[in-house]
Structure formats: C-alpha cells, structure tokens
C-alpha cells in the first residue's frame, strides 16, 4: 500500500503539533514526521499522537548522539503504548560540527556508532518485552544492568520500527543492513540519484545482511512547490531555492550536486556562508538545479508529476499540508490520487 506523510515545519512548537497532526489525519494523510531540530522531536511526536486517533507518527530525524540509547529506548517505548503502536523511531547523526559544538557530545565514527545505537536500542526493547537480562556490549555503547524496577515491562505492540536518514555511501548500506527504512534527505531525493546511487548502496546492505528487503521503507522527503495557482507555486519555487542554498552550503550534502557535474555550487555555497553572506545563497541555486531537486506543479498537476518522478521508486512519499486551510481539500484530493500510484 503506497502511504502519503505530512511533514511539520522546523519551527512549529509542540503547542502547534497537535492541531497540525489533527488537520493532516483530517486530510487522509496516513503519517506525520516530526523534527527534532529547534524543538524536542520526541515531545513533538507525544503531542502528535495524543492529538489523534489513525495517523503514524515518526521522528525525521532524532539525532541520536547527543541521547543516550536508553533514555531514547524508554521514550520510544512509552510513545508506542501510548499510541497503540502508530510510532516509529527515525534516528540520524547530523554533522560533526552540531554534535560537538551545539550539543557538546562526541562525535567518533558516526556510521560504526550509529549501527550500534540501533542495535542497542533493539536490545533494550527485547529486555523491556521478555524480561530477560539486558546485555550489549559494543565499542561505542555498553548497556549491561536494567534492574526490574526500571524496566517498563511488555506493550501490546513491542515491534517499533527503526529508521534512519543517510547520505553518504557507507551510512546508506549500513542503513540497508540494520534499519527497518530509510528517510532521504531532501537534497538527495532526485529520481537519477535515487536509481543510480541510493538504492544501489541500499541494496548491497540489504545482501550484506541475508535480506531482500521487501519490508524495507524508503522514506521520500522531496521538497515540493505547489499551490493552488502558478502564482502560489512560484513562490514556493523561490522559497525553496532558499532552502536549497542553506542546505547545499554543508558539504555533506553535495552527493547530488556531484552526481550532476555540480560540485562547484556547492563549495560556492560554503565559501559564502564562511564569508556571512548569507542573503547570497539563493544567487548560486539556479533553476536548473532546482529543477532535477524540486517537483513544481498545481495541486492540480502535482500528484501526476510526483507520479511520473517517483513510481517504482518508493511506496511512502511526504507531501505538504498548505499553509491556507482554504487549499485543505485541494490537498486532500492529492492524496487520494498519490495512495493509488502503486
């Protein structure tokens, strides 16, 4: 079944979600990502989920370092018994320079150590459903004592899936090997980086581990222009290009700009952002890049362009809720027709 999931913008507070989650369930979205950016992604999907009833909600992406596993296994834990199993853990890294310098933890061999998170997480879930003695030693994460005091003992739906974001080639076969998906990064979601880069790494993961990956989510997050008339996605378009130069001024970013002969605009970027003219970047994000990135189209149009983009390449694509209530049924008619591109 091919499954549409509203995004939240990063700035939205928890005391925003819940309406927002509410209005998307509304709409017949079948999920919610949350962030974990300007606010805490785990208190944004607890108020997501109290404020409806059908909708999955997930974290896109919780950075993990920072957390120690079993403060995050316990939090998981919680949100799926509180929804009744409609939440997923998307976990990621971020960049070395947010780990150390914003949130003062360490940052060693994030693909090692992130690989072990989840394993240390699924171990810590296991204990928590059976019972049985936690043990998992690793060289980043050592989790050997859960008394039963602490231990919240078994949920109705103990199966919470794990995703993760990635980028890079050798966090994406990780990913393949260990997650039950992957959420892409908005950068990354061009159908020619897809077919040619992604779901190959993707798929020697999924042989390194013995899988086929059948119940693999591959989670497409393109940022997309759209709107009720060109006018509106126009200026969407301009948005975007915004975000675009912000974005590609990481380096760890550029894959895609590489793919397509591109990798100078990336370091343009950079070189800007280092000199603080920041008010430039949209200078250097042309309409050509912005065209192999961003689907542009009215609600109309749109779900036949998503469509032809991505058909074949995923069964979960987010979409935007509008910014005017007023489009609300315009958007919903776009995902009745995207949960029929199967």
Not at 116 to 141: C, D, K, P, T, V
Request: proline fraction near 7%; charge should be neutral.
């Amino acid at each position: 079944m091919f499954q549409v999931f509203a995004t939240c913008p990063e700035t939205m507070n928890p005391a925003q979600v819940g309406p927002h989650a509410s209005r998307a369930e509304a709409l017949g979205y079948d999920g919610l990502l949350v962030p974990d950016a300007v606010h805490d992604g785990l208190l944004m999907a607890a108020m997501a989920l109290q404020a409806t009833q059908r909708l999955v909600v997930g974290t896109s992406v919780l950075v993990a370092f920072p957390r120690s596993p079993m403060t995050t296994a316990i939090a998981a834990w919680d949100l799926q018994q509180l929804s009744a199993g409609r939440f997923e853990l998307g976990l990621g890294t971020q960049v070395k320079a947010n780990i150390e310098k914003r949130y003062s933890a360490r940052w060693d061999s994030p693909v090692p150590q992130l690989r072990e998170y989840i394993q240390a997480i699924r171990a810590i879930f296991h204990s928590f459903q059976s019972g049985e003695r936690l043990h998992f030693e690793g060289r980043h994460y050592s989790l050997t004592k859960l008394q039963p005091f602490f231990n919240p003992g078994p949920i109705e739906h103990p199966r919470i899936p794990i995703m993760a974001g990635a980028v890079g080639p050798a966090m994406t076969r990780m990913v393949g090997r260990v997650a039950d998906g992957m959420i892409t990064h908005p950068t990354n979601t061009a159908p020619e980086y897809l077919r040619q880069v992604c779901l190959p790494r993707l798929q020697a993961g999924f042989q390194k581990a013995g899988r086929n990956g059948d119940d693999f989510r591959l989670v497409l997050g393109p940022l997309t222009a759209t709107g009720r008339d060109e006018q509106t996605v126009a200026a969407e378009w301009e948005k975007l290009r915004n975000m675009l130069g912000f974005l590609y001024s990481t380096q760890a970013y550029w894959p895609s700009l590489e793919l397509f002969g591109w990798q100078d605009r990336g370091q343009q970027l950079l070189d800007l952002t280092r000199a603080g003219r920041w008010a430039e970047l949209h200078t250097v994000v042309t309409d050509e890049v912005l065209e192999k990135v961003v689907p542009r189209g009215v609600y109309d149009d749109i779900a036949a362009i998503l469509k032809a983009r991505y058909r074949g390449l995923t069964t979960r694509l987010t979409f935007p809720l509008p910014e005017d209530p007023a489009d609300d049924e315009r958007a919903a008619q776009v995902i009745r027709q995207l949960r029929g591109m199967e």
